[in-house]
């Protein structure tokens, strides 16, 4: 039997004495388009943060980067382009000579952010790509113009400190000397703050983490019954990490078909679901460090919750 890394982590994840799943799962289209909701939750403030860093500083986020002539923007896990179009506006309106290169696992989110650039800034010069980030960045190291990697809306606080390190070293080594990357990062702040960004009263966050059942259910032929579980999270303020979790309401026994597994869950059992973690500047200067960046710049939004940080390799 050949298993996708689908397969393999679920069998991994919910055989494991603490059950976990990846967040990377969340992101089939549904969830991407559940993901959407959570951006235009304003309980969620990550999204208005960054856009208005990039509505209000785009100016001095491409003086900055001192490209003399065309470059590319590579943008990883573009999702709905929302926020990246200020940046891309502000570039076409003063006639800017650049390719944007948008890249996602989701074929729906690209189609979607594709047909709504070309409605809405027709001379863009795009060249939309789905799939892995490194084989795309690979090739765009072959590329003769020098590049700006987008990597943004706190993306690596889903990683865990040593992941996001090696990932963070995966990207510098597929960029040229030079090139720039600006990457999003959400500051620790009042801890209600970020509690109420994730543990939303409109229950959008559940059904993003829901979705991950459904998605055992449609793919592995699983029989998970939605209404019997439910999802938990905590902001650990001392270290900035939020943990999100599928709570079983139920001793239950859930059949995985494809996988010929049987998961047993004991009453209030968990599955541990995702890392969001909040950042200090101090921590964001030491990962620059890390994985052998230059930190050029910190751009803030007005409350100070999240950063844009410019790196140079
Ligand atoms: C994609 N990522 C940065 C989001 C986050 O804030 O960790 C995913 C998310 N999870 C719950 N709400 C949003």
Known sequence: ??????AQDVIKGLTAENKFLSSKYFYDDNGSRIFQEIMNM?????????????????????????????FNIV??????????????EYLVTKEI????????????????????????????????????????????RKSKYPSLLLFLGSNIGNYPDQKSNELLNLLNKNMKSGDKLLIGFDLKKNPITIHNAYFDKYGITKRFNLNLLLRMNKELGADFKIDDFDFYCHYNPLTGDVKSYIVSLRKQIVNIEALKIKVDFEYNELIWT????????????????????????????????????????
């Not at 039997?1 to 689908?6: N, Q, V």
């Open 97 to 140: 000579d650049f390719y944007y290169v948008p890249i996602d696992i989701s074929q729906e989110a690209i189609d979607v952010l594709n047909k709504n650039l070309k409605d809405r800034l027709p001379s863009l010069k795009i060249k939309p790509k789905v799939g892995d980030y490194f084989e795309i960045l690979k090739d765009n």
């Open 1 to 6: 039997m050949m298993l996708d890394a689908f």
């Open 274 to 313: 995702e890392l969001s973690r909040k950042f200090a500047i101090k921590d964001i200067n030491d990962m620059a460090i890390q994985s052998n960046f230059k930190l050029n710049h910190n751009f803030l939004d007005c409350k100070h919750y999240f950063t844009d940080s410019l790196w140079e390799k």
């Open 75 to 88: 943008e990883l896990g573009a999702g709905d382009g929302f926020k990246t179009f200020k940046l891309l």
């Open 42 to 70: 304003p309980d969620y403030y990550l999204t208005d943060a960054e856009f208005e860093i990039l509505s209000l500083q785009s100016g001095k986020i491409i003086d900055a980067l001192k490209f003399s002539g065309p």
